[in-house]
């Protein structure tokens, strides 16, 4: 099943205890960095009004201009002082599958612009392995994406062209890429399989998100937040 574009008025008592909890790490006069979903739309709720952040898709930045935050652009002159973003899955050593919103480039950049990343999700997306339950996203220009889907086939089979939410057109990124959701095959390597994808061109990014994240808040919904650190 693809993911879709969540609705920012979805409610979920572990998702608010893992955001009020990111909230309290943001500083008072730096500059931060926000993703994209639920859990970071959540976390724009707590902090106060014109906190300085740079957003890493259009979605947040309605959001976060809605709450008073002050968006700035990501145009070399700073270094972030805190990325705080959502993940799809999260396994025991911090590596992380993004994209099932569709913003993973950009979430990339900002996140790799900043000192420190934090995760902010539920624990329900706490997982073995990458790809136990979630499809791996891979951003791929329009231009012979089925040429770049065949190219893929060693790495990822069973590729799929995410659709549009709203439209019988593929779904589109804020950069105008499509993007291919495939099961990872279990018993690989994601650091391999990162690096294989990479070299193929066509692709422009891939879900995966490892050694990047040094904590995951991850909340239940109990209201207790579980602290996972990569040591």
């Known amino acids: ?11 979920s008592a572990a998702r608010e205890a893992a955001a009020a909890a ?3 790490l943001v500083p ?25 952040a740079v957003v890493a898709s259009e979605r947040t930045r309605e959001v976060a201009l809605s709450a008073g935050i002050e968006v700035l652009e990501l145009d070399g002159t700073f270094e972030l002082d805190l990325a705080l973003d959502g ?17 993973l480039l ?12 934090v995760v902010v999700a539920e624990a329900s997306k706490k997982v073995d392995r990458l790809g ?19 190219r893929l086939a060693d790495l990822l089979p069973d590729a799929e062209l995410r659709p549009g939410a709203d439209s019988d ?4 990124t804020d950069e105008g890429h499509y993007i291919l959701d495939a099961p990872i095959r279990e018993g690989s390597d994601p650091f391999t399989l990162a690096c294989g994808l990479k070299a193929i061109p066509g692709v422009v990014e891939h879900g995966f998100f490892l050694d990047m994240a040094s904590l995951a808040l991850l909340g239940h919904e109990d209201g207790t937040v579980e602290r996972l650190d990569r040591g």
Not at 3 to 11: Q, Y
Not at 87 to 103: N, R, S, Y
């Open 1 to 11: 099943m693809h993911a879709k574009l969540p609705r920012v008025a979805d409610r």
């Open 22 to 24: 990111a909230a309290e």
């Open 28 to 52: 008072s006069d730096g500059i931060i960095g926000l993703g994209s979903g639920r859990a970071v739309w959540a976390t724009i709720a707590n902090l106060p009004r014109g906190t300085r």
């Open 87 to 103: 993940a799809d899955e999260v396994d025991p050593a911090l590596g992380l599958i993004k994209g099932g919103g569709g913003a």
């Open 106 to 117: 950009r979430e990339k950049i900002v996140i790799s612009a900043a000192r420190r990343f």
């Open 132 to 150: 136990e339950g979630f499809r791996l996203p891979v951003e791929v220009v329009r231009f012979a994406w089925q040429d770049t889907r065949r």
């Open 169 to 172: 057109e593929p779904y589109l």
